[in-house]
């Protein structure tokens, strides 16, 4: 209930993720509730809350006289302005989806980015500035590429763009801000200090100086949310809470983390900077996402509905902030200028550690704990990683929302949505494998975006979708029960009116999420557990990428691949639902060389011994190649030719009897 009052004791950080979390987090909760301290009154006055919005207002932004609320409707396409005295609501902008990350400055005005994808699929963001005082809007930073975010500084606003970046006046005073896993702070002259105050975290994310300019709030992604000076000592560890914000320089307000199950873990906390106080401030059923502070006032969303919800605190809020006078302008970030726009990927390699939503498939019996059987989230990062630098090779630019495989760091989902918006990326893009879970078995790549099908909620979602689905659906190792496809979310699954997938919600950039094919279909699944079929698909990936971004011919390099089987050997597996070429044994341990045009050797494969036949040559130069097949020792029983084109996957599927011969 939003007006009980308790303390959390000292141990209460969320360390371990999702259901582990929740269930500490109810249990902490039970047992601090038969706790009755009674201490300062720190907490939410009574009858104080209030629904300031019906519905569909997310990313709300309270003026700091209280005046006036800004918000977002689900998909960020519009950014509506409320009038809190006279109820009137005005649409502030409604192009270039300028919803989610504006603000409103300490001066009153709205400040916000607007997006726009170009022919080559490269996303430039613009900054604005809406003053509702008279109405009038105009753009104060032109169309740039990457990370362009408003931010509040200690006596103005920033744009912070990564070429130009627009402050309200001349004397902003100190701000803060994070790219990547580097914190950043500006002091009023304009020098910049970046800090690593956290080590191995994902990537940090919500800075924020304190009122009074001598503190840092950020959440380090996998870590949690902490406090640090201004030379990155870290003052306090504060657990796994999200989009924090300070109240005043000794409380801060943030959500806790909702996990992955989407759980009804979502809720506003009040913490203090010395670990003493841990007190809900929104009711525990409620669902209560991305809070936001304007003097003793939190409003806060309520995620599905989008209820807005204001609750005023019981306690003294941080000082007004002083306001510089003077004109906005506007400036180069050195060594930014001359940096080419490479078009940018934020790739997120699905779910992470194994546990329970990991899907997990045993193959062997190796023993309990074991990590080495098919897990989704082993391929997932196996794809991600390769695809990371496969796109990096290319010329891309790339940021990864984890590199290891443990449960720390499979992040919440809105995380991963901060991280991807944060990396100012061109596109999102999130890998899995796919499971019909039932004894019916099928195998075809899927992808998802977000919105109905047909139409995508945002533009360029779908035709990313379909060209990276055509690429993985050309994969000739895999053998499809079903053509390729590509599907709105919303149209998918049957969640709710626009519930669909979560790594999406608040995801505004252009982007899918790709199920590459199923892996408990079970030949497909032995293909999975070979870490260079991995990298094909990501390989494959890569051309949708290149198509997407009209960069078909930008790479010289070409992949040689296929598979291995006995022509007249059934395969035996205890799951003998099989199509076409799967039902053929692959030959274990084969050996494939390849020599070039000059007939020198180039390279040599070895097939795995896990009943897939599968091997890869990749980054080949363009050539007409000789490859020779042998088995059993140094037995060659096929020789074939196979060219190398550039920037493209060549297969050559190869099949041997039982009873051939080798070759003299
Ligand atoms: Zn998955």
Not at 303 to 330: H, R, W
Not at 333 to 346: C, E, G, I, L, Y
Not at 438 to 443: A, G, H
């Amino acid at each position: 209930m939003i007006n009980e009052k308790f303390f959390l004791p000292l141990p209460f950080r969320m360390k371990t993720r999702k259901k582990i979390v929740m269930k500490k987090l109810l249990l902490l909760i039970t047992v601090s509730c038969l706790w009755t301290i009674n201490a300062t009154a720190v907490g939410v006055k009574p009858g104080s809350v209030k629904t300031l919005v019906d519905s569909c207002g997310f990313f709300p932004q309270l003026s700091h006289d209280g005046q006036w609320l800004l918000y977002s409707p689900t998909e960020g396409t519009s950014l509506m302005l409320k009038n809190l005295t006279t109820g009137v609501v005005t649409t502030v902008a409604d192009k270039g989806y300028p919803g989610f990350d504006a603000i409103i400055g300490n001066d009153g005005k709205v400040y916000y980015v607007t997006q726009q994808r170009k022919k080559n699929g490269l996303v430039y963001r613009t900054g604005h500035c809406y003053d509702p005082a008279t109405g009038k809007d105009k753009v104060v930073l032109k169309a740039q590429h990457g990370r362009v975010q408003p931010l509040q500084a200690a006596h103005g606003v920033v744009i912070n763009g990564e070429r130009q970046v627009y402050r309200s006046s001349k004397q902003v005073g100190s701000w803060a801000y994070t790219r990547g896993d580097v914190l950043y702070l500006v002091d009023g002259p304009g020098t910049v200090r970046a800090l690593q105050p956290v080590k191995d975290s994902n990537g940090y994310l919500w800075a924020a100086l304190s009122p009074d300019g001598t503190k840092v709030l950020f959440e380090a992604a996998s870590k949690g949310l902490f406090v640090c000076d201004l030379n990155g000592e870290i003052i306090a560890d504060l657990g796994e809470f999200l989009m924090p914000c300070w109240y005043n320089d000794d409380y801060i307000i943030a959500m806790s983390n909702a996990g992955n199950l989407r759980l009804n873990g979502s809720r506003i906390w009040l913490l203090s900077v010395n670990g003493e106080v841990y007190k809900p401030i929104s009711d525990q059923d409620e669902r209560a996402v991305q809070p936001m502070v304007a003097g003793n006032k939190v409003v806060y969303s309520v995620i599905y509905s989008g209820q807005v919800k204001q609750v005023e605190l019981d306690m003294l809020p941080a000082a007004p902030q002083l306001l510089a006078s003077g004109k906005g302008k506007t400036e180069k970030v050195k060594n930014a200028a001359n940096k080419p726009d490479a078009p940018r990927v934020f790739i997120n390699p699905g779910h992470g550690g194994h546990d329970s939503d990991d899907r997990h498939v045993p193959t062997w019996v190796i023993g309990e704990q074991d990590t080495l059987h098919y897990y989704e989230s082993n391929s997932n990062l196996t794809k991600g990683l390769a695809l990371k630098e496969i796109l990096e090779n290319k010329g891309y630019e790339t940021a990864i929302s984890r590199k290891t495989n443990t449960t720390e760091d499979d992040l919440d989902l809105f995380e991963i949505v901060s991280l991807a918006a944060n990396s100012g990326a061109d596109v999102f893009f999130s890998i899995h494998s796919n499971a019909t879970g039932i004894e019916k078995r099928v195998n075809f790549p899927l992808g998802l975006y977000r919105g109905w099908d047909g139409k995508p909620a945002v533009e360029g979602s779908m035709k990313l979708s379909q060209l990276v689905m055509k690429h993985l659906y050309g994969n000739e190792l895999a053998v499809w029960t079903n053509n390729q496809r590509s599907n709105g979310d919303w149209s998918f699954y049957d969640w709710g009116y626009k519930v669909g997938l979560g790594v999406l919600r608040f995801n505004k950039l252009p982007g899918f999420l790709s199920e590459g094919s199923f892996h408990d279909y079970l030949p497909e699944r032995e293909r999975l557990l070979n870490d260079t079929y991995c990298w094909l698909e990501a390989w494959n990936q890569s051309l949708g990428f290149d198509e997407y971004f009209g960069r078909k011919k930008q790479f010289k390099n070409g992949v040689i691949a296929g598979t291995v089987r006995w022509s007249d050997i059934p395969r035996y597996d205890e799951d003998t639902r099989q199509f076409a070429e799967d039902r053929l044994l692959p030959i274990n341990g084969a050996l494939l060389r390849l020599y070039n045009g000059r007939g020198a050797l180039s390279r040599v494969y070895k097939v795995d011994n896990r009943d897939n036949g599968v091997y890869v040559f990749t980054n080949l130069e363009p050539d007409k190649y000789r490859l020779e097949l042998y088995y059993g020792g140094e037995n060659r029983y096929i020789t074939t030719k196979v060219k190398a084109n550039k920037n493209q996957t060549s297969y050559k599927n190869l099949k041997l009897s039982k009873d051939q011969k080798p070759k003299k």
